[in-house]
């Protein structure tokens, strides 16, 4: 069965800071990764994906990365703002149907 | 309506009563799903429709059951529910149910059993 664990729990930075996120996966034959940003009371909202046969996805301040054979896959944000305060889920997809885990996510916080 | 929408927002239900979540989506997508999301534990798929007229079951099915008649609709039903069910609900679309795909999702139910 595929665990998908994502640590820390939570993280505090001060605005302005690069900062990564973890993803582990116990199960690499995956077909792709996401991440998801979360604000609270709302739904998700796609960030970024990685197919299985790439190494990362980039997105204005956001660089996710995947390695596949290690079972992990990281999402780094450049030069923090307030704003990007959320809680950051992965999700990994392990065929082609519906089957598609979700880590418990990172809520981050980014303090001015 | 632009997305996904879902109603009602929030609801409180006393134990072994019947409940219906709505979930509308006017991005003519194919696929369609309905997750839970409880503290510590992420989201988990409790069933999906790949096409109008499908169903599939997901990660925690039991419990729930849904129908797919067109394409823009995706109850959720509770057939008599029980307090383990509360938790926060979201819909969510994409495309298709390939793997490649987005998946879009609503602003959730939030689901109190007492």
């Known amino acids: 069965k595929q665990e998908v664990t994502q640590i820390p729990a939570a993280l505090s930075v001060p605005e302005g800071e690069n900062l990564v996120l973890n993803c582990s996966f116990t199960?690499?034959?995956?077909?792709?990764l996401q991440w998801f940003r979360q604000d609270p009371g709302k739904g998700l909202t796609s960030l970024l994906l990685?197919?299985?046969?790439?190494r990362e996805q980039t997105s204005g301040r956001l660089n996710a990365s995947l390695d596949k054979s290690s079972g992990r896959s990281t999402l780094y944000i450049a030069a923090s703002q307030p704003g990007d305060s959320a809680t950051y889920l992965c999700?990994?997809?392990?065929?082609?149907?519906?089957?598609?885990?979700f880590g418990a996510g990172t809520r981050l916080t980014v303090k001015p | 309506i632009a997305g996904i929408t879902q109603a009602p927002t929030s609801q409180i239900l006393a134990a072994g009563r019947r409940m219906t979540l709505r979930c509308t989506q006017d991005?003519?997508?194919?696929?369609m799903y309905w997750y839970r999301q409880d503290l510590g534990l992420g989201l988990r798929l409790i069933h999906y429709?790949?096409?109008?007229?499908?169903?599939g079951k997901g990660e925690v099915p039991d419990g729930y059951s849904v129908s797919r008649a067109n394409t823009d609709d995706f109850p959720l039903t509770l057939a008599s529910a029980v307090p383990s069910q509360t938790s926060v609900y979201f819909c969510?679309?994409?495309?298709?149910?390939?793997?490649?795909?987005?998946?879009?999702f609503g602003p959730g139910t939030r689901l109190t059993v007492l």
């Open positions: 969510a679309s994409s495309v298709s149910g390939r793997f490649s795909d987005t998946q879009y």
């Open positions: 199960d690499s034959a995956i077909y792709n």
């Open positions: 990685i197919q299985s046969s790439q």
């Open positions: 999700a990994v997809r392990r065929g082609n149907n519906n089957d598609m885990r």
């Open positions: 991005m003519r997508h194919n696929a």
């Open positions: 429709s790949n096409t109008a007229g499908t169903t």
